[in-house]
């Protein structure tokens, strides 16, 4: 078990200058990403939005860390770990307002988000269990809060994984809260990592804000998983906002949070302030960053805009790859109610 806690110099790491530009470019978009749908939530432009402004960079880090033939299986919370593996802000914009997760319909090996605590971890080991059968070679990267690990399935994933040897790397972002519970109302244990003793496979600890420590223990980790040691990653990070719009931190967390100051910096000021030491990135280039990323996410609100609003009967297509006598009935009852209940946009 190891902890990156610190800045390094860039000659200290087998990353490269444009891998640290790269994950700049990437924790600016999300950043922006974040701030923009959060705002565009209080204006009623969609029901409701998990904002994730200080964990950019763990999540960063983890996708610059994977294949291109990886598996990512989201939470409801990884939306900047999506964005950097590919998927259009659009989708995710689109989602929000009640559309299918992949509106694009983008062939990336990406799972829909899972909203259900820990829900998506046996579904990563199947994943893996099923790469095993066919001999190929590919990881599933899972990813959940430090709260998931109360929740049944992740000892029953991280049992399975751990005795059929699955390519599974357990992304855990500790961000210090399951809502309002802090981690020490979680588990007992000192560590979130430590858990993996119990199931025979590693656990490790790294600096959740720093982008390019993430993907350095990320990329080792996918690198044992693909030979049939799984790893628990428990990325230290802090959540500088609400759990979701819905809630209201203020009313649990306490303004000075008991945490060192490397875990509550913010992470992009601090990224920023380390890659102009380097030399890396000047003035120009921050500017330019963040104005592509406007521009990037401006096309994105409109292109989600001029979709059609979906209607009633829209709920039922997705369901399964083709009607049943049960949904059938459904949707008939649901267009009787209608025709006796008629809403204005009806």
């Known amino acids: ?14 990353l490269g200058p444009e891998d640290a530009r790269a994950a700049y470019r990437d924790v600016v978009r999300t950043r922006r990403f974040d701030d923009r749908a ?30 291109d033939d990886d598996w990512l299986l989201p939470t409801y919370r990884s939306n900047a770990l999506q964005i950097a593996r590919g998927v259009p802000m659009s989708d995710i914009l689109l989602f929000r307002r009640g559309h299918p997760e992949f509106h694009s319909d983008h062939d990336l090996p990406v799972l829909p988000q899972a909203v259900p605590i ?37 000892h029953e994933a991280m049992n399975f994984a751990g005795v059929f040897e699955t390519p599974t790397v357990f992304f855990c972002e500790n961000n210090g809260w399951a809502i309002s519970h802090p981690r020490e109302r979680q588990t007992a244990s000192e560590s979130i990592a430590e858990k993996a003793d119990a199931y025979g496979f590693e656990g490790v600890q790294v600096d959740g804000n720093d982008p390019l420590a993430v993907r350095e223990v990320v990329s080792e980790a996918l690198a044992s998983a693909r030979e049939g040691s799984p790893v628990l990653v428990e990325a230290l990070t802090y959540r500088q906002g609400a759990h979701t719009t819905a809630d209201d931190p203020d009313r ?10 490397w875990r509550t910096r913010d992470p992009v000021d601090r990224l920023e302030a380390f890659l102009r030491d380097e030399g890396v990135i000047d003035d120009a280039f921050v500017t330019e960053t963040r ?56």
């Open 38 to 67: 959060l705002a565009l939530q209080r204006r009623g432009w969609m029901s409701g939005y998990p904002p994730f402004r200080g964990q950019e960079a763990a999540q960063v880090g983890a996708a610059h860390a994977m294949r």
């Open 118 to 154: 820990a829900s998506q971890l046996p579904h990563a080991v199947g994943l893996g269990m099923a790469r095993n059968h066919r001999g190929n070679d590919e990881a599933a990267l899972v990813c959940f809060g430090d709260g998931a690990t109360s929740q049944g399935d992740t």
């Open 252 to 261: 649990y967390r306490p303004a000075e949070p008991d945490l060192p100051a």
């Open 291 to 346: 104005e592509r990323a406007d521009e990037e996410l401006a096309a994105a609100v409109a292109a989600a805009e001029a979709v059609e609003t979906p209607g009633p009967d829209d709920l039922f297509d997705p369901v399964y790859a083709g009607p049943s006598p049960h949904l059938d009935d459904q949707r008939a009852e649901c267009r009787r109610y209608r025709a006796t209940h008629p809403l204005e946009e009806d």
């Open 1 to 14: 078990m190891h902890r990156l806690i610190a800045d390094r110099s860039l000659g200290d790491s087998w």
